[in-house]
């Protein structure tokens, strides 16, 4: 019988003011985190106007580790 090491799992960092992530061909830069939400921009590379948007911590979290982000500036 073969044995088989198991999937690593990749640990996202925790979330932290100033991070941004590259999901997806978007930038998604993370705001002011509170205990429960956060503020963040989610643009275009080259986008010359960005809206702030506000959502759930865990909701946050769950989608970056969905779309496989990956830190860029920390």
Do not use: C
Request: charged share 25%; glycine share 10%; hydrophobic share 40%.
């Amino acid at each position: 019988m073969i044995k088989t090491k198991p999937a690593r799992r990749i640990r996202l960092q925790p979330l932290e003011t100033g991070q941004v992530w590259r999901v997806a061909g978007l930038n998604f830069q993370v705001g002011l985190i509170g205990k429960w939400l956060v503020h963040y921009k989610l643009s275009k590379p080259d986008a010359v106007r960005v809206a702030n948007s506000v959502g759930g911590r865990s909701t946050i979290e769950k989608y970056l580790k969905k779309n496989k982000a990956v830190l860029v500036k920390g």
